[in-house]
Every structure is written in structure tokens, then in C-alpha cells.
């Protein structure tokens, strides 16, 4: 593959309670670990907040690409990525739970673009195979 664009940012400081940015500078957050996961909570976002933000965003453009491509008209669409953490083996393993509201069309073609657009993502073509995501389709 050939990228056409390459995002890049950096993490210092303590990891999970450090600091992550972009290299233009557009993205800049300081880290905190959730209380859920036994740290301090706080302010700061966590690498599971910035997933979900990106995997959502990233599979809405590509279910307005299909319905586009089907024209099938979507007003008031959203995706909610809903991304968990949890032990796993030695280690620790990701679920994400996607969340798709499609207003004012037919359960059978919201479904069928919805999976349509499982197939085009970017980010459900990394994780294929890897983590378990599950699609919800909402009224």
C-alpha cells in the first residue's frame, strides 16, 4: 500500500498517565488512567477514548461512502464506538461494540449498509480478525 497521508504522535511522560500529541500539533492531550482500571481517573483521556474516537469517526465517513454509493439518503446518522479493556491470557485484549443510528431508514437497508461499511473501514479492515467488534444498528 502506498499511504496518502500519515498521521503521527507521540507519547511521553509516564505512558498511561503522560501526554500524547500529534506532530501538527492539532492533537494534544494529557493521559489519565479510569478508576475502573485502578488508577487515579482525572481529566486526561485514555488510549481507549482516543480509539473509539477514531474508529467512530472513521467508520461514519465510510457508511455515508456506502449510502452514498446505494443512494440511500442518511440525515442525522451517528456511530458510537464503544471500545473495552480487559484482561486477556498474560495480557490485556480490546471488544468494541459499534453503535449505528441511522434515522428514518428501513432496519434491513440500515443493516446491510452497516456491514457494507464493516467491509470499506480502514479501521475494521485492522481489526478483522483480531479483536471481536460487534455492530449494533439503533431507531
Given at each position: 500500500?502506498?499511504?496518502?497521508?500519515?498521521?503521527?504522535?507521540?507519547s511521553t511522560?509516564?505512558?498511561?498517565?503522560?501526554h500524547v500529541?500529534?506532530?501538527?500539533?492539532?492533537?494534544?492531550?494529557?493521559?489519565?488512567?479510569?478508576?475502573?482500571?485502578?488508577?487515579?481517573?482525572g481529566?486526561?483521556?485514555?488510549?481507549?477514548?482516543?480509539?473509539a474516537?477514531?474508529?467512530?469517526?472513521?467508520?461514519?465517513?465510510?457508511?455515508?461512502?456506502?449510502?452514498?454509493?446505494?443512494?440511500?439518503?442518511?440525515?442525522?446518522?451517528?456511530?458510537?464506538?464503544?471500545?473495552?479493556?480487559?484482561?486477556?491470557?498474560?495480557?490485556?485484549?480490546?471488544?468494541?461494540?459499534?453503535v449505528?443510528?441511522?434515522?428514518?431508514?428501513?432496519?434491513?437497508?440500515?443493516?446491510?449498509?452497516?456491514e457494507?461499511?464493516h467491509?470499506?473501514?480502514?479501521?475494521?479492515?485492522?481489526?478483522r480478525?483480531?479483536?471481536?467488534?460487534?455492530?449494533?444498528?439503533?431507531?
Open positions: 500500500m502506498n499511504p496518502l497521508y500519515t498521521a503521527k504522535a507521540t511522560g509516564k505512558g498511561r498517565l503522560g500529541a500529534s506532530s501538527d500539533g492539532v492533537l494534544e492531550h494529557d493521559l489519565s488512567i479510569p478508576k475502573e482500571m485502578g488508577g487515579p481517573g481529566d486526561g483521556t485514555n488510549p481507549e477514548q482516543l480509539f474516537a477514531g474508529y467512530a469517526a472513521c467508520f461514519h465517513s465510510a457508511l455515508q461512502a456506502v449510502a452514498g454509493r446505494d443512494k440511500v439518503r442518511t440525515r442525522d446518522s451517528s456511530v458510537t464506538a464503544e471500545v473495552g479493556i480487559g484482561k486477556e491470557g498474560e495480557g490485556f485484549g480490546l471488544t468494541v461494540e459499534l449505528v443510528s441511522l434515522p428514518g431508514v428501513e432496519e434491513d437497508v440500515a443493516t446491510k449498509l452497516v457494507a461499511a467491509q470499506m473501514c480502514p479501521y475494521s479492515n485492522a481489526t480478525g483480531n479483536i471481536h467488534v460487534g455492530l449494533r444498528v439503533v431507531a
